[in-house]
């Protein structure tokens, strides 16, 4: 398959140590199997606030941008940072130009940038204790332009690393700070930045590597396990429901299967201490299979697994049935990576114990995660031979419009196909241009905001054969793919 985007970000790119520096490059998340984030990037609490990534037409640098907002008005301390790691560590007392494109009109134009030796998770949303190690505000303004009306302001501002850093992390590290109209300063949007040495070229071992590493991550959606305290089990802690959930997974048990294995059995004791202590709530077991089998196969399996920890706990704590919900939920929800060795660590039981009561008919299942759509934008609905949209077909291209949803639960990639007529070089242009075409129709139409992903395939990807003239009709298409995304 050959993918054609408005920019790639490769180690061989200038000096700049960082990388996809305006977000161009995209990573398709193993969780949901969709457009999800910025290649190299990783949201720092990305189970409660992760980074929204937009294609919408207005980025200053090619297509995308990502905004960092304060969705939760009601606690003004809630933060967005993004981070990763740099292509070369810095050189302690080297002069660095520090570069970034930004956009908060509405807000004072500043943004935290912390340098550091590892990559930062937290588990809840909140503005982070360690500082930041420089500031870009509005006194590092160098120009401000305009794209489509929205207001850009490109900053820049030198810095002399203190250290060997290896990794950059960006967003808002001041506290709330309140006026007449409630909470400002806790939002931002960033189109591109770069950090490029003051006095000359970077050389350092194992940057095709770091490449590598960052670009085969695709894991986005939960804090990767090898970055969770070791020994710790009760994974996130909810203020407001007031749940922990503890991930239990299949060490539980002892070899013969009559206890707990130590390292679960402290923690779960000590949750199961506070449910005692309080207004006893239902216990949700929620179990999670993912063998090579078939799905029914993978529910029950799952089910057996949360039942096995429900028995357990009847037979061993005096506990009831009656305490408990269980549910066995097969391959539907991955927490991890599900690639590689790794997806073994999807089989797994999640016990969440919530404080104060719940009903059970109140507990909510995880969403269901609808299998994608796809829209055909059929030849037809272009000037022959050209990506140019015929305005004769806007009537049919506004019914497409109308069946794609707008309530900002989806994602959309859109995608050109030609057939095999011509050569591969201007077939592989011609689907780019005819999906920037179709992109930039649904911009116009209001969607621009949910596109993640515009590509172009050639003639890689045909859908019927190409030796019929209606085989080459059907294969000389744009498809608009509609992710039904938790996200």
């Known amino acids: 398959m050959i993918l054609i985007y408005g920019c790639c970000a490769t180690p061989t790119m200038a000096q700049n140590l960082v990388l996809n520096a305006s977000f161009e490059d995209v990573n398709i998340c193993t969780e949901y199997t969709a457009p999800c984030a910025p290649s190299a990037w990783l949201s720092v609490a990305p189970e409660a606030a992760r980074m929204k990534y937009l294609c919408n037409g207005a980025a ?43 956009n908060t009109d509405n807000y004072p134009l500043r943004a935290g940038i912390r340098f550091d030796t590892a990559f930062i998770f937290t588990e809840k949303s909140i503005c982070l204790t360690v500082p930041a190690s420089m500031e870009l505000t509005e006194n590092d303004v160098q120009k401000k332009l305009f794209r489509f009306k929205h207001p850009w302001y490109i900053l820049e501002k030198t810095y002399v690393a203190t250290g060997a850093a290896t990794h ?26 770069s950090i490029t ?15 590598r590493h960052l670009y085969t991550e695709h894991h986005r959606h939960t804090i990767p396990e090898k970055y969770i305290p070791a020994g710790s089990l009760i994974h996130r802690l909810d203020n407001r429901s007031g749940c922990d959930t503890i991930i239990l997974k299949d060490d539980l048990f002892t070899a013969d299967r009559s206890s707990l294995n130590a390292r679960y059995k402290q923690q779960i004791d000590e949750a199961l201490k506070n449910y005692r202590s309080g207004n006893r709530a239902r216990i949700l077991l929620i179990g999670h299979a993912w063998q090579a089998a078939s799905d029914e196969f993978n529910k029950i399996i799952s089910a057996d697994k949360a039942k096995a920890v429900a028995n357990y706990l009847v037979y061993n704590e005096g506990y009831s049935f009656d305490d408990f919900d ?3 939920v097969g391959k539907k929800y991955p927490r991890y990576d599900t690639t590689g060795n790794v ?46 949209l015929n305005t004769a077909f806007y009537g049919s291209l506004d019914s497409l419009m109308n069946k794609i949803p ?13 057939d095999n007529a011509g050569t591969t070089a201007y077939n592989n242009t011609l689907s780019i241009k005819r999906a920037y075409a179709v992109a930039h129709y649904m911009q116009a139409h209001g969607l621009g905001n949910d596109i993640r992903q515009i590509s172009g395939a050639g003639e890689s990807q045909p859908v019927a054969n190409n030796q019929s003239a ?14 039904y995304s938790p996200d």
Do not use: W
């Open 60 to 102: 200053l640098q090619g297509q995308h941008h990502v905004t960092l907002l304060q969705e939760d008005r009601d606690n003004p301390d809630t933060r967005v940072y993004i981070q990763t790691r740099l292509l070369c560590p810095l050189e302690k007392g080297r002069a660095y130009r520090i570069r970034l494109y930004m």
């Open 168 to 193: 950059l992390l960006i967003g808002n590290f001041r506290h709330p700070e309140k006026n007449s109209g409630g909470y400002k300063n806790a939002q931002l949007l960033i189109d591109s930045i």
């Open 197 to 211: 040495p003051v006095d000359g070229q970077v050389t350092c071992s194992g940057q095709d590597s770091t490449f």
């Open 326 to 328: 269980i549910q066995g």
């Open 343 to 388: 997806a073994g660590d999807n089989n797994r039981v999640e016990m969440i114990i919530c404080r104060p009561p719940i009903a059970k008919d109140t507990i909510r299942p995880n969403k269901v995660v609808q299998h994608p759509d796809t829209l055909i934008i059929p030849d037809i609905l272009f000037k022959f031979n050209s990506s140019e």
């Open 406 to 418: 707008r309530n900002g639960s989806i994602q959309l990639q859109v995608s050109g196909h030609t």
């Open 470 to 483: 209606e085989g080459r009709r059907r294969n000389r298409r744009v498809e608009i793919i509609i992710f």
